[in-house]
Structures are given as C-alpha cells and as structure tokens.
C-alpha cells in the first residue's frame, strides 16, 4: 500500500547536514518526495511510497543527524502525488 506525509522538524534542524541526511536515507529507501528549510528555523519534507519505507524514514528521521536536536515533529498525512524523486529543495 502506498503512503505519502508532510513531515515537520522543529529544533536544531537548519545548519547541521539534515537535510543531506534525510535524502540519503530516502534514496537508500526508494522514498520519493522533497525536503526544504523554512524561513522559520523548521524542516519541511514530503515523503510518499511503500508505506513500510515511509514508517521506516519517519523514525530514521527522529533521530537525526548527529548534531541535530528535534525539539518536536509533526506529521501529516497527505494524498499521493506521484512524486518521482527525492529532492532537495532550496530557496
């Protein structure tokens, strides 16, 4: 069964790599979608495919990259779009 969410990362998530950590780990998974920085501090990302792979990028991504500090996550479930990538989106 296929599953996409909206994923948002408070805390020290700007400046430490995190956003080349979760496309690693979406690639190594075959997770599509995207991951951005927000202008307010947060972390923003998009991830649709099997819905094991996306449970299983959801708690890689709890923890992090190693000087990450998640103060709070919020996920939201979303309908398909039929991404075909993972991308980095910067602005």
């Known amino acids: 069964m296929k599953k996409a969410v909206r ?4 805390g020290t998530v700007q ?3 995190f956003r080349a950590f979760i496309k690693e780990k979406a690639d190594k998974l075959g ?3 995207y991951v951005r920085n927000k202008e307010d501090g947060s972390l923003e990302a998009w991830f649709e495919g099997n819905s094991r792979d996306v449970n299983k990028m959801i708690e890689v991504c ?4 190693r000087h990450a500090i998640i103060k709070r996550l919020d996920i939201v479930d979303e309908y398909i779009q039929g ?4 991308k980095i989106i910067r602005f």
């Open 7 to 10: 994923v948002y990362f408070f």
């Open 15 to 17: 400046g430490v790599f």
């Open 31 to 33: 997770v599509k979608g």
């Open 62 to 65: 709890k923890k992090g990259p």
């Open 83 to 86: 991404m075909k990538d993972f």
